[in-house]
């Protein structure tokens, strides 16, 4: 298991900073939420973890190790995105086979590895279709799966339940949660959406406009707001 620190970091596109010197010290195991409205930085900020977006200034250190220059797929974490992203030709046995295919993981490895996957995520009998005969949902969970299989350290999830309906986005959200108790990996997961912040989280970071705003559980965070933006934005009464 492993932490992720974040030390002063910046980003700037052009003359435009959008992320102003955050500081973040997430323990390992932990499941972290970043939390805030629509354009406030969140998926900047776990790209510029995952090594998706250069760090303009400060530095991201999992591990222990500072990765500012590590490339994205020797960082020992894995990312699910809002869309599936899913191969539309491979099935999904192949589309959760990928990553450990290109690194040459022995095929009795993988069929092992996807197949435990795949019953986890109640996908056991879906593993030789394409994923044109899925639901949106169980398109989520193979990318989920897809993530798993990979063994990451840490995983990163941005808005991964937004496409689905309220019912699939309940069942997908207890999904993660259970995940977590399961495998116990770090996890740092981005939402726009209090509920999914507040039912998830250890520990939530509220952000407005490239800043951090608070940084605790999500009990303090809706009982104790840090301030006026915190209290309105979590819904606690001011
Ligand atoms: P969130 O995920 O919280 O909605 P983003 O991280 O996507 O926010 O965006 C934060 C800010 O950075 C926004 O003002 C957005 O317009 C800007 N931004 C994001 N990506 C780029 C980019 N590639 N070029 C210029 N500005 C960007
Ligand atoms: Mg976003």
């Known amino acids: 298991m492993t932490g992720v620190v974040l030390n002063d970091v910046r980003k700037s596109y052009g003359d435009l900073q959008v992320i102003h010197g955050i500081d973040l010290s997430i323990d390992p195991g932990d499941f972290i939420v970043f939390v805030g409205p629509s354009g406030c930085g969140k998926s900047t900020l776990l790209r ?11 530095t991201v250190s999992i ?12 960082r020992g974490i894995s990312m699910v995105f809002q869309s599936y992203a899913l191969y539309p030709h491979m099935t999904v046995g192949d589309n959760m086979a990928f990553g ?11 069929r092992e590895t996807v197949g435990q996957a795949a019953e986890a995520l109640q996908l056991g009998q879906y593993i030789d279709r394409l994923p044109k005969a899925l ?15 990979r063994e990451p350290e840490v995983f990163l999830f941005d808005e991964p339940l ?3 309906d309220a019912a699939l986005r309940n069942q997908t959200r207890m ?12 996890m740092i997961y981005v939402t726009h959406d209090q509920i999914e912040a507040l039912t998830l ?6 952000l407005k406009d490239g800043e951090l705003q608070q940084f605790d559980t999500p009990d ?7 301030n006026t933006f915190v209290a309105g934005f979590m819904g606690a009464p001011p």
């Open 201 to 206: 989280a250890t520990k939530i970071a509220v």
């Open 63 to 74: 591990s222990g190790r500072v990765v500012n220059d590590v490339p994205a797929p020797d």
């Open 220 to 226: 303090r965070v809706y009982n104790q707001p840090a």
């Open 175 to 186: 999904e993660i949660a259970r995940l977590h108790r399961e495998i116990g990996a770090t």
């Open 162 to 164: 937004s496409n689905l």
């Open 135 to 149: 639901s949106g949902g169980q398109r989520q969970r193979v990318a989920i799966g897809r993530a798993i299989v």
């Open 100 to 110: 450990l295919r290109i690194r040459r993981t022995p095929a009795e490895r993988i």
């Open 48 to 58: 510029m973890i995952a090594g998706l977006e250069r760090i303009s200034d400060g």
